[in-house]
């Protein structure tokens, strides 16, 4: 009885030396407890992170193996053994750990993405890719919007190749994709490598226009809006040095603005897209729509301008030779003048 108090003693004051920095002590009274055989799973355990913070690392590993294998509290240890393989590059064996894991907790994100930079830094593209994709639920901008996150936490650190890595799987999603180009040129010149930064912006400048055309597909009004994709287009305005595609982008701000609820400043930025180029007639119908919208909570007299812009567009239309567009604006004008409330 008088033993297992000052065992309790013991491992109550090896936190506060820890706390203290007096980590020799510490170890000491560790190698104590655990030499008595007192409470196997937690002394393992805190000998395990003070050896991990000691950076001993061999030790670190070989108490949480002992816990998996001769304890029955496991979780922790599959846990800290996961976060030190990963942190010392055996990815292998750190895919292995959350596999692990993620059998009894499949929802635990945190694991889920130390298990994709696992596979991204063990080169296994393809499979890192799927798994990705699959998180996302095949939602290739959420996929890309968290691979640039962890290229940013790794270059804090100064990683420059991790941050090359994560950004090459880009390319398997989203190819030549010109905020990747710009970020590896980015690494490439902070690692004093100018002649392939220089390579690289030279690539960007050619490969933009045609990257924006082919991913801009909000010309059609009535499509359903991505506000993840759309916010990831805006950020390609920086590439637009000669200012070729203003139109498109104050389109895609409106669309935005309209879907975050922020109806002026879309009517505002579709307003911009008409004085830009006035022989568009999407600008037009966009303008109407969001007018339309407007007038059905306290600004009645929007409706008489939206139908001016909805007939605006229906004369462009009939220019064109497009009848179906025609007679979809002069649904929308009987429907704007019906008694319908607009919401």
Known sequence: MLDNIKHLI???????????????????????????EFK????????????????MYDDAYSDFTYIIGHCTHKKEAYLERLLLNYEINNFYEAITD??????????????????????????????????????????????????????????????????????????????DNPIKLLKEANIYGNAGNKIHQDEILKKIDSIFPKYF??????????????????????????????????????VLEGYRNHLEGHVIDAKECFEKAIRINPSKPEGYVLLAQTLQLMSGY?????????????????EIFKKENLPEKVDEMKRQIKHLNSTLSFK
């Not at 004051?13 to 655990?34: G, M, P, V």
């Not at 393992?44 to 950076?55: D, M, V």
């Not at 010309?219 to 990831?232: G, N, S, T």
């Open 10 to 36: 013991c491992l109550k004051s090896i936190d506060k030396n820890i706390h203290e920095n007096q980590f020799e002590i510490a170890l000491e009274k560790l190698n104590f407890l655990i030499k008595e």
């Open 213 to 250: 055309v082919s991913h801009f597909r909000f010309m059609d009004m009535y499509q359903d809006k991505d506000l993840l994709e759309i916010c990831f287009l805006l950020e390609l305005e920086i590439f637009d040095k000669q200012g070729l595609f203003l139109y498109p982008f104050r």
């Open 98 to 175: 959350a596999n692990t894991i993620l059998n009894e907790d499949e929802d635990n994100f945190e694991i889920k993405r130390i298990k994709i930079l696992s596979l991204i830094f063990s080169k296994q593209d393809e499979y890192a890719k799927d798994y990705l994709m699959e998180i996302f639920d095949f939602h290739k901008y959420k996929s890309i919007q968290f691979l640039f996150q962890e290229v940013a936490i790794v270059l804090a650190k100064d990683e420059y190749s991790k941050g090359l890595r994560i950004l090459e799987i880009i390319d398997l999603i989203d190819k």
């Open 40 to 55: 196997p799973s937690k002394t393992y355990l805190k000998r395990g992170r003070l050896c991990k913070k000691l950076l």
């Open 298 to 314: 306290d600004n009645p007299e929007y409706k008489i301008s939206a139908e001016e812009n909805y007939k605006k567009a229906m």
